[in-house]
């Protein structure tokens, strides 16, 4: 009896203290992330035709010039339908080439004579375009027709109800149907392919009133300016898009959080000694940087303003300018004489200059601000998506003032963005403040908490400590992690919105704390006898959400700004999304050089 009591004692002794070591191996469990984005991202392009959006709630434009060619003087028409459940006055914003009529069920309702360009422009989340008119839209079908002339140069017309700045409506907003889906002796073939019927083209003059202006009528030839001409669709273009989307995104497309993955992996790279997960961050900027020709080509040729990675071509969303880039301008640190480091440096040398000169900033302040919702909003995400990348650009140049610069703007920023964004009272960060109207609290979500206080780091752990700002943003970090401790659960996690105890535990939000958590017990900006205790815990928890296959559990999926807290309350969360995802490799990377100093 007492033998079999040793083996079992044992046997328990062995499964705990295994138990024990696998715990002690964050690097281990992050790996397996790391090793599942090496499985499963193709980086390449698969060839679509665009989907064809049946709900006019976004950009949609007649492409003349590429059916019709450009080289001569001409007249186009475009036809479709809107169609409403009710009588609607509708907005409709509007750019195009020289000269444009339009007639909404026969009514004349915009026009302009002119011999100009387009002058379209990529605002923050949205195109901006130059004019606008609105139409009475009856109940049912109603007939759109274009007219448009070319001198002979760009030959398009672009229509789009008015953004919403990407702001959280109150109530759900109805858009009008477009196309061709009600259009009598229209079958449903074609308007699955198209929007837009299109004729021509004609004679030049738009003073000249051709046939499609008095009857929409099929199988008949009209006198063109060169032939005879009869309706048809407009030319159909390939697409590029990425390959398996899921309702967050990829791990590929451009943006921040599949940058800041690129960036995790960079550094699990060199904690590791495993190159594949070099090869991997390597992989992903140089699809990004080999592919700037062709994703320019789709955007400024095609016309296609929101296909796969569009935002890399002149975004004016730090999302999609310096935080991204961060992978590649620490692989430009890190390695020389590489495949396509021209092109990096290239493209870096412009973020450069962007976050000096690009952005907008607050009034009478150094942080950058945004347009959306509202001119102009202060976000807690912008810490995150700006400073991490001002303090590698100081890293990056070899010029001592330049160095210094960037350190500074940093460091101003950084403090400048708490005048916005920093609740004292809660001694949380509140997720955006509008500059208009200060006075408005918005919710303390997560992840944006997260955001403050990663960049808080960055900046602690590369900025001289004789700095004038250093004592102020270590004094803050502080303040921070200790107000940020008394809302972790029992069981490690911290709340999607911090504050709300009914509001869902999240993964990103509380990595990203452990993380930040970590690395101030290892360089000495906290305490370590009363941190370590809630990094573990937080790390327990985090890791309680990695399957072994890699799958990562209870992402919030990206959010924006609002007012209201039930957003917040309400937002969907994922597996495996990159917002969270880069910020779990992260976690497992610092705690576990936490933990390694801690053995020494």
């Not at 957003?567 to 992260?586: E, K, N, Q, W």
Request: glycine fraction near 6%; charged fraction near 20%; hydrophobic fraction near 40%.
């Amino acid at each position: 009896m007492e033998k079999c009591i040793s083996v079992l004692l044992l046997f328990f002794l062995l499964a705990t203290g295994a138990k024990a070591q696998t715990e002690l191996h964050p690097v281990e469990k992050v790996k397996k992330i790391g090793d599942k984005l090496i499985r499963e991202t193709p980086f390449a392009y698969k060839l679509v035709f665009p989907a064809r959006n049946q709900v006019f709630n976004g950009l949609n434009f007649v492409d003349f010039g590429r059916t019709f060619g450009r080289e001569k003087a001409a007249i186009a028409y475009g036809y479709t339908q809107l169609t409403v459940l009710k009588d609607t006055l509708f907005t409709i914003e509007i750019e195009h080439n020289d000269s444009c009529k339009i007639w909404c069920n026969g009514d004349l309702v915009y026009e302009k004579k002119s011999n100009k360009d387009i002058g379209i422009k990529r605002d923050e989340r949205n195109m901006a375009l130059s004019s606008s008119f609105q139409v009475h839209l009856k109940k049912g079908s109603n007939s759109l027709l274009i007219k448009s002339a070319t001198a002979g140069k760009e030959w398009c017309v672009f229509l789009q109800p008015p953004g919403d700045k990407d702001a959280v409506p109150d109530e759900q907003r109805t858009y009008p149907e477009i196309g061709l889906m009600h259009v009598q002796y229209v079958d449903s073939s074609v308007a699955t392919l198209s929007n837009w019927l299109v004729i021509g083209p004609f004679a030049p003059g738009m003073d000249t009133e051709h046939a499609p202006e008095k009857e929409l009528r099929f199988g008949t030839m009209y006198p063109g300016a060169f032939a005879p001409v009869t309706w048809s669709v407009p030319k159909a273009e390939v697409l590029g898009d990425v390959i398996g989307a899921k309702a967050w995104g990829t791990t590929y497309q451009w943006n921040y959080h599949n940058g800041g993955v690129a960036w995790a992996m960079e550094q699990l790279s060199e904690l590791t000694g495993e190159k594949k997960y070099g090869q991997w961050a390597a992989n992903f900027c140089d699809f990004q940087m080999e592919g700037m020709p062709f994703v320019n080509y789709q955007v400024n040729t095609l016309r296609a303003y929101n296909s796969a990675n569009a935002m890399v071509i002149s975004s004016r969303l730090l999302d999609f300018t310096l935080a991204p880039s961060l992978p590649l301008i620490y692989r430009l640190r890190k390695e020389k004489n590489f495949k396509n480091e021209s092109i990096y440096k290239a493209y870096i040398h412009k973020m450069m200059d962007y976050a000096r000169t690009g952005q907008i900033r607050s009034i009478g302040l150094t942080n950058y601000t945004r347009t959306t919702p509202e001119e102009y909003t202060v976000w807690v995400d912008d810490m995150f998506m700006g400073i991490p990348f001002l303090m590698q650009a100081g890293l990056y140049t070899n010029d001592p003032e330049q160095r210094k610069l960037y350190f500074d703007d940093a460091a101003s920023q950084l403090l400048d963005f708490t005048k916005h964004v920093w609740d004292k009272d809660a001694r949380l960060f509140m997720h955006a403040n509008y500059s208009r109207r200060p006075q408005v609290k918005l919710p303390y979500w997560s992840r944006a908490n997260g955001w403050a206080i990663w960049a808080m780091t960055e900046v602690l752990i590369a900025l001289p400590r004789n700095h004038p700002k250093y004592n102020a943003i270590l004094n803050l970090y502080c303040d921070f992690a200790n107000s940020l401790i008394r809302y972790q659960t029992p069981e490690g996690f911290w709340h999607n919105v911090i504050n709300r105890n009914d509001s869902p535990v999240e993964v990103s939000g509380t990595a990203i704390f452990t993380m930040a958590m970590a690395r101030g017990v290892r360089l000495g900006w906290l305490d370590a006898k009363k941190f370590t205790p809630v990094v573990e815990k937080g790390w327990k928890a985090t890791a309680s959400e990695i399957e072994d296959n890699g799958t990562v559990h209870k992402i919030c999926v990206g959010t924006m700004c609002s007012e209201d807290v039930n957003y917040y309350m309400t937002r969907p969360f994922y597996d495996d999304d990159t917002h969270g995802s880069f910020a779990v490799i992260f976690a497992g990377m610092e705690v576990q050089k936490m933990l390694d100093q801690q053995k020494k």
